[in-house]
């Protein structure tokens, strides 16, 4: 799972590791939830050329990518409400997703780094899931 920032180059490094939230995505999104916040794939969106690439890897169905909606584009601050609140909640509890803690707070860091500084140039975004 990795952000994708709206237009060709936002002036900064927009990458993060998300494999460790892509590994814990169930239990983040029931961890969201409960937490009252909106889980991290209702930010979820893919043009043709990322639903090609995915369709590339092996994921999907041809057919159901041909009806995919517009890409749509979130406001960062959304995005932070979700990864503020989950790292408040991880950070309190640690042992929460057991070994995987450390490395899903790392990652929501790296969210939480990209967005402000997507918010900050009023810039939208969006979340990419790859299979690799």
Known sequence: MYIVVEGEDPGFDIFVNGRGLA????????????????PLLEFFSADENSMALL??????????????????WFSPDDGLVTI????DFLQDNPSALGSETAAVLNELEEYERVLRKTSTRSLRWQLAVSWR
């Open 55 to 72: 369709l590339e890897e092996g994921a999907g169905d041809p057919e159901w990518a041909k009806t995919l909606p517009p890409p749509q």
């Open 84 to 87: 503020g609140t989950l790292l």
């Open 23 to 38: 590994r814990n995505e169930d239990a983040l999104e029931k961890l969201a939830l409960r937490l009252g916040v909106k």
